[in-house]
């Protein structure tokens, strides 16, 4: 399992600390269309990115983020601190994920895209296989992967994820626990797997 990659937090990027925002935040709540597309010009590459590590679909990481930014606008007027913008915008696309993961009815296309989880180095020890490593993730209910992405790849605190999710603080420690668990059950479980069976659990593509 890779470890937090660095204490920065991508997310909010030049634009979570932009002057700009703040004051972009209040005129889209306010209705200015020019102010909300230049908050979704600023966050919806990483959005995508984002949405494309839980969905493991380019095409459905598209529509995840073109509606969680529908969403966006549509409730802006509903934010209560706009400080918390950042937070409330990566929640809206969780959610759109979920949404997702709903309508593909299987939960073998939402996986952790393999590109965030590097080699090894060591040869002699091995290389971490890729392929287990998302046949591991497979294997976890969505709500798991979830936080393990935002742990994981994004670097949030699980004080941070139970905000962006909305969830008590022992729920969201649970489910990376148990996240953690289940990696290492099936990681151990396709070590006893012959390899010859594992070909045949290749990860689905495009759309259904």
Request: aromatic share 4%.
């Amino acid at each position: 399992m890779p470890t937090r990659a660095g204490a920065e937090r991508e997310w909010a990027g030049d634009m979570g600390s932009s002057r700009n925002e703040a004051s972009d935040v209040s005129r889209a709540m306010a209705g200015d269309h020019d102010a909300f597309a230049a908050l979704a010009n600023a966050n919806a590459d990483r959005m995508y990115a984002l949405a494309r590590v839980i969905v493991r679909d380019a095409d459905r990481a598209e529509d995840a983020t073109q509606e969680a930014l529908v969403r966006a606008w549509r409730e802006l007027p509903r934010l209560r601190d706009p400080s918390k913008f950042q937070a409330w915008l990566r929640r809206l696309l969780v959610n759109a994920c979920y949404d997702e993961g709903r309508r593909i009815r299987r939960r073998s296309e939402v996986v952790l895209l393999s590109d965030h989880y590097p080699a090894i180095p060591d040869q002699s020890s091995g290389v971490i296989d890729r392929d287990r490593l998302d046949r591991a993730f497979r294997r976890l209910p969505l709500e798991q992967r979830v936080v393990t992405v935002l742990s994981h790849v994004e670097g949030l605190t699980h004080e941070e994820i139970a905000s962006t999710l909305g969830l008590p603080l022992g729920t969201v420690k649970s489910r990376v626990r148990y996240a953690l668990a289940g990696l290492r059950s099936a990681l151990e479980a396709d070590d006893r797997t012959p390899v010859a069976s594992r070909r045949g659990q290749g990860v689905g593509g495009g759309r259904s």
